[in-house]
């Protein structure tokens, strides 16, 4: 049986304050090209949450290169279990989910799903969109907030694709190069259904560096409602695989407020 900690993420609530959380949040899916910083922005979004006490799930998608090695040390977490073994099941149910949940040991409010190091897509059972629907049901039960860092290649990433589709806001992120405008432009396709409501999705461009433009990213992608800039120390961050840490240096204060902007425009918090 797991130890939850006091006032965590499964700590029964009053009424109200389940309603409160309701109305003020929603499952928020993070996507875009390779390489544009989803699990950056997802995570920093997600540790902002946690940080102002909001219970919320950070849902790490990919299979290919799991990302849970790569945003925080292991000894951060109070357990390692694997989001495979929740998609493996036949019926994803409450309970299934609650027990494969990674908590953190420094952010009571905040906990993860993600593969772990070693693993891929073939390492359990191929699972449907019958699982993903299930689980991110129950997450809605579970948490106030959630986040899904999803892949950038959705044609044969159901859970990914199933996401943006059940989500009820999208960041699309883009660089400010042709490669970003071009995958956008192969994989947009996909999502051209009714299930795809444009009208969720926030398009961001990110990695904002002092010399580049916009222009010709805004021509392609339409208005954008976010720039995240550039941050050296975000980068180093990235690298040395510590995305829970603060951004203290001056070079971080844009991307902060605009991380905080976007958490206010979509979860009213």
């Known amino acids: 049986m797991l130890n939850f900690k006091k006032k965590g ?9 389940v309603q409160e959380g309701i109305l003020h949040g929603g499952v928020l899916a993070v996507w875009g090209s390779p390489g544009s910083g989803k699990t ?9 949450l946690a940080d102002k006490k909001k219970n ?25 279990k694997s989001l495979g073994s929740i998609l493996a099941a036949a019926h994803v149910s409450e309970p299934l989910v609650k027990h494969n949940m990674i908590t953190h040991k ?65 960041l ?24 795809w409501d444009a009208d969720k999705q926030y398009r961001i461009a990110s990695n904002l560096k002092p010399q580049q433009s916009i222009e010709h990213i805004s021509h392609a992608l339409g208005s ?24 203290s240096m001056k070079d971080s204060r844009a991307f902060r407020k605009e991380i905080e902007k976007i958490a206010r425009e979509v979860f009213g918090c």
């Open 106 to 170: 420094r952010l009571s409010y905040l906990t993860i799903l993600g593969m772990l190091k070693g693993e891929n897509e073939y390492t359990y059972p191929p699972y449907t969109e019958v699982q993903v629907r299930e689980l991110i049901e129950n997450l809605r039960k579970i948490a106030p907030f959630v986040i899904i860092d999803c892949g950038s290649y959705i044609a044969n990433d159901i859970l990914s694709a199933v996401a943006l589709m059940e989500s009820d806001s999208v």
């Open 56 to 80: 919320v799930v950070l849902v790490l998608c990919d299979m290919t290169a799991p990302m849970l090695p790569c945003i925080c040390p292991p000894s951060d977490l109070e357990y390692e």
């Open 224 to 247: 954008v409602a976010f720039k995240l800039p550039y941050s050296q120390e975000l980068e180093e961050q990235y690298l040395a695989g510590n995305l829970f840490a603060d951004l």
């Open 172 to 195: 699309r992120l883009a660089n400010c190069d042709l490669k970003s405008i071009s995958y956008l432009s192969s994989q947009l396709p996909l999502l051209r259904d009714s299930k």
């Open 40 to 48: 950056i922005v997802a995570t920093k979004i997600a540790k902002y």
């Open 9 to 17: 993420i499964f700590t029964r609530k009053t009424e109200e304050k």
